[in-house]
């Protein structure tokens, strides 16, 4: 079932619910014409220094990819009205926001009549990049950009992520909290992170180490009942602690099990440390 579909209808059944408490009246949303809003955010007048940068939406699909030639550029298309996005920028503050439904009632609206695409481009400045969301399908590239910092924090997703290419930068932290989701962050090696907090509830989730590992880095993994896969490459000097619940670990490739909660992958250069902690599940550890 798709994001969209389950956040909206979870909505209804709440607002359902407290319009029989307190005679709510229902209100029937009518999508429009769609409309495509221009994003073209220019650089900063210093291009060395950081721009922060936050993308805030709800249930949307987004695409994310390098190839801007100021900060952000792209377009956003809706056909409800109150969804068309608002560009805030004050100083190296920039803010892409949805604009929010305005009805005065319990909104009526069949989700599949919704379109709400957010399709942008990241330029190659150093940016602090934040994305919050509700439920939204995902296709980011965000290979070879100069991303400092990259926090996501969102609800049930899905969500492919790719560092494609090495980050031009060292990124301080890499943050990414979900709710029930579908993840897949591949290549985070070249993400050149020191750390990474990986937070999850119910679902499945990939965290492939994939590309060029230059410095030792440290991950820490918590998530509810779900499936998670671990990726690393042979030849990646990496551990894994696992601790939790009732959580079952299937070790395969070149992956060697010191005790019931200690893997190891021998390798050289740095240091790849995971620590995980799930409430229940699989932890899957592969190599490629």
Known sequence: MKPTVVL???????????????????????????????????????????????????????????????????????????????????GSDIRIVQGELDVNGFPNIRADDVVNEWNLKLGSDPIRLRIASGAYQGEMDLGGLALTDLYVSDGAATVKVDFSKPNTVPMSSLRYETGASEVELRNLANAHFASMNFRSGAGTYTLDFGGTLDQDAHVDVESGLSTLTIIVPEGTAAEVDVSGGLSSVNASGAWVARDSAHYELDGQGPMLRIDINMGAGTVNLETR
């Open 8 to 90: 909206l209808g979870l909505s209804a059944i709440l607002l359902a619910t407290l319009a029989c408490s307190i005679s709510i009246p229902s209100v029937d949303v009518l999508t429009g014409p769609t409309t495509v809003t221009p994003i073209d955010v220019p650089r900063l007048s210093d291009p060395s220094q950081e721009a922060y940068v936050t993308l805030l939406f709800g249930a949307n699909q987004l695409k994310l990819s390098p190839g801007a030639e100021g900060l952000v550029a792209g377009t956003v298309r809706t056909n409800l009205k109150d969804f068309e996005p608002v560009v805030t920028i004050d």
